[in-house]
């Protein structure tokens, strides 16, 4: 459900996003509600662990929920003992994930990244508490975005905050004792800026995320533009983009070139000739890390967030977007989109790929159907993806 009378603003990569994080956690009064993926022991983690430990230390109420899998090889003994020493109450969302056993659920992390301060100011998006030049394998700095958000919006993003907790109490996933969160949301006008929150979970809101994104794409009628770190959309999201372009939309993809998950790279390349055949522009992102998560439709939706296009984010792992209806910061993200588009983008040409050798197009296709394979294996419909 969309809401008025919000303040939505865009934060870029960690040299916007850690000092406006930072500063709102030393102006907290009651409370520090933060949920991540990766906590990083570098530069920028403890920047934000000494944030924490200060705002504890002054007795705020300090809560750190951080991803069992993302976090485990990134968050040293050392830090991690830190936080607790200095009165952060930390808790591992499913810390079986490096058990022996097989549980599909060990499959079902936490990926979202969710701040909250004083249930009044709120930072949604796609970046980790990681330094943006902290990239192994890959070239820095890392290209990300997030936003700040204050207004009517805090109401659903702190309802979301206070259901994982309850769910980790359930779970007792921690030793440590977990209360019951206790945010007081503010929910007075801010701004100007019509906005809501889309989840994805393993409950409630199973497609939400990626209902928003087929109901943008059915009424575009101009332009899309999506960039995203994972790219390896399902049936109906691909179908979706074809008739936009079908329609003269000019949709485009802002895709990273460089490998991380060789096995999601090669399955994604299988998806080129049939998107390029049907009209989509496909720009792969050469000169850095891209972990955006992002899109513009039309010059006046438009979504961040933590959620990729991929059956990890759709189908599987906890998920927060903030998809906003408003012109001016549409277009400040367009913006940044075509910045990218020129600085650092090639298109992928559409003879040059069809052009390509038979083993390479053999190696993604494998690559797909096996992802396709264990997709299906975690329980999820393969008609849909």
Known sequence: ???????????????????????????????????????????SGRLVADALIDAAL??????????GFGTKPYLSESLASKLTNGGVQLVLYRKDAFSMSWKRARLRRLHRKLAIIDGST????GINIIDDQNTPGQTPPRVDFAVCVQGPLLEPIVAAANRLWRVLRVMTISDLPLPTIDIVSYSGSCGAVRAKLALRDNLRFRRQ??????????????????????????IRFRHALLAA?????????????RVEIRLLHHATKALYGQLLAGGVRIVEYERSFLHAKVAVVDGWWATVGSSNIDPFSLLLAREANVVVRDTAFAQALRNDLSRLESDGGRAV?????????????????????????MTGLVGTRSDRW
Request: proline share 2%.
């Open 349 to 373: 040409d559409r003879e040059t790929w069809s052009r390509r050798t038979r083993s390479a197009r053999v190696i993604d296709w494998l690559a797909y159907g096996l992802v396709r394979g």
């Open 1 to 43: 459900m969309f809401t008025d009378g919000n303040a939505v603003s865009l934060l870029r990569s960690g040299d916007e996003y850690f000092p406006a994080l930072v500063r709102a956690m030393h102006g907290a009064r009651s409370s520090i509600y933060l949920e991540t993926y990766i906590f990083a022991d570098d530069a």
């Open 245 to 257: 372009a079908g329609r003269g939309v000019q949709v485009t993809l802002i895709l990273q070139s």
């Open 209 to 234: 995320i990626e209902n928003a994104y087929l109901a943008a794409l059915r009424v575009a009628r101009n332009e899309v533009v999506i960039a995203c770190a994972y790219f390896l959309p399902g």
């Open 122 to 125: 709120a930072f949604v998006g």
């Open 58 to 67: 002054r007795r705020v109420d300090v809560r750190l929920v951080v991803d």
